[in-house]
């Protein structure tokens, strides 16, 4: 894990512990957001939109076997539904926004369920831009619902009748590869969400991310 992003998730894991230091946690929250999200804005600067559907290491297991237009939908379709449906109980950004329809997805769930050639499929019928402002969407909303939290609010627990909301919604697959999600999200605390999916998820999906630009990078400057 990049040296930085590994103290800022250990510094902000400590400082929402407490109730002294929570307020400094939730900046080292955001610190650590928009510093991810800065290096997903850079990858649309450097990368073709080709690139974006590519699968340089399809054949192997962990988060850089997908792609990175697939890495970018699953962060944050991830956290539009946990910061939304279980964490602030409003609409997700998904459906307020219409996405459905503007990123023209054939899937309105995580897309753990894919396989790694469908995750290719998926990629290329993705319309980059709007899956772009969808990510900033459920960023910023994000943010601001984090801002608001208070300290007790983290020791929140998912109730059972939370639980069957979320799967009411059938944005979880119910394949074995996806529908374990909902026990792992609906198990934890506030803080617990926060730490992961709306932290650590997001750096080792960059992070896979920017080893596939690496590895196609490379090949580019061997043609």
């Known amino acids: 894990m990049n040296k930085e992003w590994a103290e800022l998730n250990r510094t902000l894991q400590c400082q929402l ?10 900046q080292t929250v955001l610190r650590l957001r928009q510093e991810l999200f800065d290096v997903l804005c850079q990858l649309k600067v450097e990368l073709t939109r080709e690139e974006f559907n ?23 379709r991830i956290e539009d539904i946990v910061a939304h449906t279980l964490i602030s109980h409003n609409e997700q950004i ?16 995580t897309g753990n369920e894919l396989d790694n050639k ?3 499929e998926f990629s290329q ?13 459920v960023k910023d909303s994000t943010n601001e619902i ?22 009411q919604l059938n944005v979880v697959s119910a394949d074995e590869k996806a529908c374990w999600l909902i026990d792992y999200w609906c198990g934890k605390d506030v803080r617990g969400l926060i730490q992961m999916p709306l932290t650590r998820h997001w ?16 090949k580019t400057e061997h043609i």
């Open 125 to 137: 019928a993705l319309d980059l831009d709007e899956l772009y402002q969808y990510a900033t969407a």
């Open 94 to 109: 998904f459906v307020s926004g219409n996405f459905d329809c503007r990123i023209n997805c054939p899937i309105i769930t």
């Open 17 to 26: 512990k407490d109730v002294d230091t929570f307020a400094d946690g939730v």
């Open 146 to 167: 984090l801002s608001n939290l208070t300290f007790a609010d983290l020791k929140r627990k998912i109730t059972n009748i939370e639980k069957e909301h979320l799967k």
């Open 118 to 120: 469908q995750v290719v």
């Open 54 to 76: 590519a699968s340089p290491f399809m054949n192997t297991q962990g988060y850089h076997s997908k792609t990175i237009a697939y890495s970018i939908w699953h962060i944050f």
């Open 203 to 218: 750096i080792m999906h960059v992070e896979a991310s920017l080893r596939i630009k690496n590895k196609l990078l490379r």
